[in-house]
């Protein structure tokens, strides 16, 4: 038993070298062997080239049919898509309910984003009775394992002082974790705490720093900010027409500030 379970891990990993050169095809054909023959972690696998149309066309039906294939069979990445199938609706009526299942599941296994996700059905009472606390201890899990999603819930629930005493400092630190990952809210919300000088001694420089990489990654919120202190020369040099460009781009998502601001300087014949 034990060989032919090396035997089935020698080949998903020459697949997944396959897969990586760019031999798509190739390695797909491996993947579906494997997973017909009942190979847990290449029904998985499978499943994600479905869903995302790699190396076949995509198709979340299928993609969702072999997540279960391996979810059945204890796979946490796969109980924690179907989780997220559920949640979103991916692939029939949304069940919120039927997610927070799938995420038990793959959470009692240390997956850090079904953490994060039971942690955030947790804080809201979405598919299961709300307990801020269990979000908490939920979202410190996936955070200490490095999720991103979980550093910056985990951020906020300091910031706000929900299910933990109020801490800007440790919020800050949360929020540095998560930024350093590319999380675009944590960006903003560094951005925020620089600029009131909440936790941290107020720097506009480290405030425009942080606008900038969100707003860069097309954040509304940090392009009105970012806007708003190069209008002002807070933290930059004072600049309107940046300014202005900036407003439009928040303002183009639909941002009431932006919006308003806009009309505010079109009164005033800046443009």
């Keep these: 038993m034990t060989d032919d379970l090396n035997e089935l891990e020698r080949n998903l990993k020459e697949a997944e070298s396959l897969f990586q050169t760019g031999k798509h095809d190739e390695a797909v054909q491996v ?47 796969a109980q924690y898509e179907l989780g997220v199938f559920c949640q979103l609706g991916v692939t029939e009526k949304k069940d919120i309910a039927k997610a927070v299942e799938w995420y038990i599941l793959a959470a009692e296994k240390g997956h850090s984003g079904a953490q ?13 009775e709300q307990d ?40 800050i630190e949360w929020y540095k974790k998560a930024a350093d990952q590319g999380d675009v809210w944590a960006q903003y919300s560094l951005g925020i705490t620089y600029y009131d000088g909440k936790g941290v001694e107020q720097d506009y420089t480290e405030a425009v720093k942080w606008y900038a990489l969100a707003a860069a990654k097309g954040h509304d919120k940090a392009q009105y900010y970012l806007g ?34 806009l009309k505010e300087l079109k009164s005033m014949g800046i443009e």
Excluded at 146 to 155: F, I, K, T, V
């Design 116 to 128: 994060h996700n039971l942690g955030f059905c947790y804080q809201h009472g979405l598919g299961i």
């Design 132 to 171: 801020i606390e269990k979000a908490v201890d939920l979202f410190r899990k996936s955070a200490e394992q490095g999720n991103a999603s979980g550093q910056l819930d985990l951020g906020n629930c300091y910031h706000k002082g929900q299910g933990v005493a109020q801490d800007y400092a440790l919020a």
């Design 228 to 261: 708003g202190c190069v209008l002002n020369g807070q933290g930059t040099e004072r600049n309107i027409n940046v300014a202005v460009g900036l407003f439009q781009m928040a303002a183009k998502q639909g941002n009431a500030d932006a919006q308003d601001i």
């Design 31 to 77: 993947f579906k062997s494997l997973a017909d023959s009942g190979f847990s972690e290449a029904q998985y696998i499978l499943g994600v080239c479905y869903c995302n149309g790699v190396g076949l066309s995509k198709d979340d039906h299928k993609a969702s049919q072999w997540f279960h294939k391996a979810a059945e069979q204890g796979s946490a990445d």
